[in-house]
């Protein structure tokens, strides 16, 4: 339920009994007012460890830690009462074993009232899963490219081509086996991603995959055009907000210099006003 116990937030359950249905939507948020924005709109919000990069300035995921997770899941949460929130679980601090991972998923969902947290691989992650899922923690998966594993898969490439489609496969099987609700396609060729739907009973959400996908997802500082510094082919750009706001900028500062800011509006005069 929401804080004001009228609106029922959407649940884990009900993600996953979307499958097949009507295309799920999605974006990532970080703070309470781009929440707020999308609470109508979307069906889960995903308080992405993308934040490192686009407000942090960090070149990669790699450096978000636990407790920026924390703090930003906690500011999403208090401006949703619809949609239901996500959050992913930062490098390092699952991997490890199940029971950090237990340890570390308990710990986000206490501390910023999500129902439900993500956490990136496949096979390899599938024991992890089953025993989260097994003790409370409803997952959403995450296989194809995963950022946290840039390193050792040589960047930012597209995943799945060839005769890699059958780890991906069996990556998506894996993840569904273990538990989880729903699982993330990341930049994978299309076709395969319509065969993992079509192959899984989970939903399964895109991010560059297919249009053929239970749901999409994207940055929403990608799709708004606030994060600028570069522009993934997956992205569809809904906005210049990037653009608008260092137009908006330039021309204060150019009001201020000339003295045009603040004008007679803005100020105060030093009698009462009338009642």
């Known amino acids: 339920m929401s804080t004001t116990g009228h609106i029922r937030a959407k649940t884990p359950e009900d993600i996953r009994n979307a499958k097949g249905g009507a295309p799920l939507v999605s974006l990532t948020a970080y703070t309470t007012p781009m929440a707020e924005m999308m609470d109508d709109h979307v069906d889960f919000v995903l308080v992405g460890d993308s934040v490192g990069m686009v407000l942090h300035g960090l070149d990669s995921t790699l450096g978000v830690t636990m407790e920026m997770m924390i703090l930003h899941g906690q500011a999403v949460r208090r401006g949703l009462k619809k949609a239901m929130m996500v959050v992913d679980m930062p490098f390092g601090s699952y991997e490890e074993s199940k029971e950090q991972a237990f340890r570390n998923a308990a710990r986000l969902m206490r501390e910023t009232g999500a129902p439900a947290v993500k956490l990136e691989g496949g096979v390899e992650m599938k024991e992890t899963i089953d025993f989260l899922t097994n003790r409370g923690v409803p997952v959403m998966a995450h296989i194809g490219l995963t950022p946290q594993s840039i390193n050792t898969l040589g960047g930012y ?18 993840v569904e086996e273990a538990g989880a609700f729903s699982v993330v396609l990341e930049k994978i060729p299309a076709r395969l991603a319509d065969a993992v739907t079509a192959q899984v009973k989970i939903p399964t959400i895109g991010i560059g995959a297919s249009a053929g996908c239970d749901g999409q997802i994207l940055v929403v500082d990608d799709m708004l055009g606030l994060f600028t510094a570069f522009k993934p082919k997956f992205v569809k750009r809904y906005g210049t907000l990037g653009e608008d706001g260092r137009a908006a900028i330039a021309e204060y500062a150019e009001d201020v210099r000339a003295r045009k800011f603040p004008a007679p509006e803005h100020m105060f005069s030093d009698v009462e006003p009338a009642a």
């Open 157 to 174: 490439k597209v995943q799945g081509r060839g005769a890699a489609a059958g780890k991906l496969l069996a990556d998506a099987r894996a």
